[in-house]
Each structure stands twice: as C-alpha cells, then as structure tokens.
T-cell receptor, first 115, second 111 residues
C-alpha cells in the first residue's frame, strides 16, 4: 500500500510563472490537506478537501492560490504568478475518516523555489 | 496566531542521554500528536495522545498531556544519533480536521 505521494519533489520557478503541485493520497483516503512550511518554521494549514469539494480553505491566501481534488486523479495545489515569498515546502496529508481525529499521513513534500 | 509553541527551540545532547521537548497550545483539543522531520524530508507520525489521556508510551518515547495547562511533553529516552531531527507537536481541535503545528524543536544528538 503506497503512502501519500507528491510530485514533483523539487520545483524551481521564476517570478510570475505558475506552479502546480500534485498529491496522490493513500489508497482509500478521500480527505486531503495541504500545509505550507516556511524555512525554520512549523507547518501551517492551507486547505482541506474531499473529493470534488473544498471543505475548509481558511489558510489559503485569497489571491493566486487555488486547490482542487477531482473525482479522478490527484489533488492539485496551484499557485499563479509566483513570488519569492512563495518559496517553501508544501506538504499534503490524507486520512480516511473525517471527524474522528484520525492520524494524518504526510507525503514527502514539494520544495518550491522561486527565483 | 493559533500556532502552538515549543521549547526549547534547539537542544543538543550526547547519545544515551534523555531529551525532553515541551509544547504549549492555545485552544481546546481532541488530540495532540507528535511528528519527527529529518532535515529536508517529510513528517513521520510518532505518537497520538487523546484529550482524555494523561500519558502514553511507545518504545523509547513517552508523551504526557496536561489539558489544564494546555501543554504536552515528549521524552526520548536513551537517545541515539539517528534521533537527530526536528520534532513538532500538532493539535487537532474538537470540531475540525486540520492540524495546528507548533514551531518545532531541533534536536541534535552527538555520538
């Protein structure tokens, strides 16, 4: 049973370009979370999605950031017109049951560097 | 900010010694979890303690939880060089599925 997969593992973009980060949850998991980790800091919640629904996007910047989790395929975190401050590690996590305090399983992360 | 705090920020010890990390949080919780992160890597789940539990053990790990003080501690006994990593606590609130992470403790264990 493969764990949570993220790709790419490293992504370099120039200012103004778009970044697309992908997350495939563990098999059977329909709940996906995205977190951002700035250098030397802890993770901060961005968005919580179930299949085809955004449940909680209270941690998402209002502009340039969007997320989806389609019926088929991975969850996508999209950052438009990236700026240097977007440089960070982006982690996704998944679990199978909402509202039960279940352990979230984390992917290896995508490290975004904006030049 | 809802983010919890951990102390110390950094801890250096010799192999064989015990390492204690503390975590304080701000809101009521369903459970509190500890994660380890090796440099440049993802998070590894270590242990989960529920709000109605006071202490939990897993191998060389011992976690305590004091909900009246909104604090938790992680003790690693007989530390090894391979324990060198950053350790984060994360809380899960009663009506939410999002984790709120602490600022982390960077542990260095010297052989």
């Amino acid at each position: 049973n493969a764990g949570v997969m993220q790709n790419p593992r490293h992504l370099v973009r120039r200012r103004g370009q778009e970044a697309r980060l992908r997350c495939s949850p563990m098999k059977g998991h329909n709940h996906v979370y995205w977190y951002r980790q700035l250098p030397e800091e802890g993770l901060k919640f961005m968005v919580y999605l179930q299949k085809e629904n955004i449940i909680d996007e209270s941690g998402m910047p209002k502009e340039r950031f969007s997320a989806e989790f389609p019926k088929e395929g991975p969850s996508i975190l999209r950052i438009q017109q990236v700026v240097r401050g977007d440089s960070a590690a982006y982690f996704c996590a998944s679990h199978g049951l909402a509202g039960k305090g279940e352990t979230q399983y984390f992917g290896p992360g995508t490290r975004l560097l904006v030049l | 900010s809802q983010q919890g705090e951990e102390d110390p920020q950094a801890l250096s010890i010799q192999e064989g010694e015990n390492a204690t990390m503390n975590c304080s949080y701000k809101t009521s919780i369903n459970n509190l979890q500890w994660y380890r992160q090796n440099s440049g890597r993802g998070l590894v789940h270590l242990i989960l303690i529920r709000s109605n539990e006071r202490e939990k053990h897993s191998g060389r790990l011992r976690v305590t939880l004091d909900t009246s003080k909104k604090s938790s501690s992680l003790l690693i006994t007989a530390s090894r060089a391979a324990d060198t990593a950053s350790y984060f606590c994360a809380t899960l609130g009663p009506n939410t599925d999002k984790l709120i992470f602490g600022t982390g403790t960077r542990l260095q264990v010297f052989p």
